[in-house]
């Protein structure tokens, strides 16, 4: 059974910054796509980032690009967010997920099958 476990959300002041943190198990890490989404009050779910299964591409929401960085350390089955700068507006409950095909990289066309419980982030002015 595959299993995210997100941490690492919390309370930020405006321009602050926060690491993210989701590990994995139930399947061969290495071999899967991974990436965060992020769902804010009243706002349907969006996507945020995701990495190649090799980690050799890495794609980013418009919003996020320059702020944010994603990465992955196979050896220890967790992918990771970096969030700079944070903005009022980045405030949300952020999910991690994974792809279902092994290899496979849809880059902005990331459709996860499978999902974490989500950590809160709230960031203020």
């Known amino acids: 059974q595959v299993q995210l476990v997100e941490s690492g959300g919390g309370l930020v002041q405006a321009g602050g910054s926060l690491r993210l943190s989701c590990a994995t198990s139930?399947?061969?890490?290495?071999?899967?796509?991974a990436g965060w989404f992020r769902q804010a009050p009243g706002k349907e779910r969006e996507f945020v980032s995701t990495?190649?299964?090799?980690?050799?591409?890495?794609y980013y929401a418009k919003s996020m690009k320059g702020r944010f960085t994603i990465s992955r350390d196979n050896a220890k089955t967790t992918v990771y967010l970096q969030m700079n700068s944070l903005r009022p507006e980045d405030t949300a409950v952020y999910y991690c997920?994974?792809?279902?095909?092994?290899?496979?990289?849809?880059?902005?066309?990331?459709?996860?099958?499978?999902w974490g419980q989500g950590t809160q982030v709230t960031v203020s002015s």
């Open positions: 990495i190649s299964w090799n980690g050799r591409s890495t």
């Open positions: 997920a994974t792809e279902g095909v092994a290899y496979r990289d849809p880059g902005l066309s990331f459709r996860p099958t499978y």
């Open positions: 139930g399947r061969t890490f290495s071999s899967y796509t």
